[in-house]
């Protein structure tokens, strides 16, 4: 029987795969080297050829194409100038708030100046009258210094003080025991001495009209004098009760 003969030895048998391996494995010819160089020069052309096209992309470009992105660049101009408005609006309307909200504030912080000094818990500064009532036979009245504060009050004055007491809207003025002037519980010694701040071209004149204050205390067998100050100050403060019933909603 004819056939392929079998290696016996070991060694027979790695010599015919080694033999067999090196038919199998591809060779390189020289014209499949000059295919692969053609290959990439080829491809190194087609990519300058790429870049050169995007290069030229607006020289080769149509005159509708060009309008085309003509247009579309002035639409994105538009577009950001819109924006660049509306940001600068936006701005103002921030700027704006900031200024409102600071004439808020001032306007706050004069209005609570005005409440503390008509409540009498800061001290006050202006023009205003000095006005003194000497009462050596202790026949000026209670009802007689009440007639000249409400006088004071009704000719403008917006700070009161009698004695070293400060006049606030809940003052009271009553007689002592001995026929003295009590203001708020604290004896006042004559003569009485009356502060007030306010316009003293009318306060003046109202206490000196004919049977106003000035007369009442002349009637009463006192002197009344009164003098007017480009600035007086009044130091005498008051300190606000706590209330009993009441509580600050937040």
Request: proline share 5%; aromatic share 2%; with cysteine.
């Given at each position: 029987?004819?056939?392929?003969?079998?290696?016996?030895?070991?060694?027979?048998q790695?010599?015919?795969?080694?033999?067999?391996?090196?038919?199998?494995?591809?060779?390189?010819?020289?014209?499949?080297?000059?295919?692969?160089?053609?290959?990439?020069?080829?491809?190194?052309?087609?990519?300058?050829?790429?870049?050169?096209?995007?290069?030229?992309?607006?020289?080769?470009?149509?005159?509708?194409?060009?309008?085309?992105?003509?247009?579309?660049?002035?639409?994105?101009?538009?577009?950001?100038?819109?924006?660049?408005?509306?940001?600068?609006?936006?701005?103002?309307?921030?700027?704006?708030?900031?200024?409102?909200?600071?004439?808020?504030?001032?306007?706050?912080?004069?209005?609570?100046?005005?409440?503390?000094?008509?409540?009498?818990?800061?001290?006050?500064?202006?023009?205003?009258?000095?006005?003194?009532?000497?009462?050596?036979?202790?026949?000026?009245?209670?009802?007689?210094?009440?007639?000249?504060?409400?006088?004071?009050?009704?000719?403008?004055?917006?700070?009161?003080?009698?004695?070293?007491?400060?006049?606030?809207?809940?003052?009271?003025?009553?007689?002592?025991?001995?026929?003295?002037?009590?203001?708020d519980?604290?004896e006042?010694?004559s003569?009485?001495?009356?502060?007030?701040?306010?316009?003293?071209?009318?306060?003046?004149?109202?206490?000196?009209?004919?049977?106003?204050?000035?007369?009442?205390?002349?009637?009463?067998?006192?002197?009344?004098?009164?003098?007017?100050?480009?600035?007086?100050?009044?130091?005498?403060?008051?300190e606000?009760?706590?209330?009993?019933?009441?509580?600050?909603?937040?």
């Amino acid at each position: 029987m004819t056939g392929t003969r079998i290696p016996e030895s070991h060694g027979q048998q790695r010599r015919a795969w080694r033999n067999l391996r090196g038919t199998l494995a591809p060779r390189p010819t020289l014209s499949q080297l000059i295919v692969g160089l053609l290959c990439f020069l080829l491809g190194l052309s087609i990519a300058a050829q790429v870049g050169q096209r995007e290069e030229d992309s607006l020289q080769g470009a149509s005159q509708q194409e060009l309008l085309r992105l003509l247009d579309e660049s002035g639409r994105h101009v538009d577009s950001l100038e819109d924006e660049n408005a509306e940001l600068d609006r936006t701005l103002a309307s921030l700027e704006a708030g900031q200024e409102d909200d600071a004439a808020a504030q001032s306007a706050a912080a004069e209005r609570l100046e005005d409440l503390e000094i008509l409540a009498g818990t800061v001290p006050a500064e202006g023009r205003g009258v000095h006005v003194t009532i000497s009462d050596p036979t202790g026949s000026v009245s209670t009802g007689i210094v009440l007639g000249v504060v409400q006088e004071l009050r009704n000719a403008g004055a917006e700070v009161l003080q009698i004695g070293p007491v400060r006049v606030i809207a809940s003052t009271s003025i009553t007689a002592g025991a001995d026929g003295s002037i009590v203001v708020d519980g604290t004896e006042i010694p004559s003569p009485y001495v009356i502060r007030a701040i306010g316009d003293p071209t009318v306060m003046e004149p109202a206490l000196k009209i004919p049977g106003g204050a000035a007369d009442s205390v002349s009637s009463a067998g006192g002197t009344f004098t009164v003098r007017t100050e480009d600035k007086l100050r009044i130091d005498a403060v008051r300190e606000l009760a706590e209330p009993t019933h009441s509580q600050v909603v937040k």
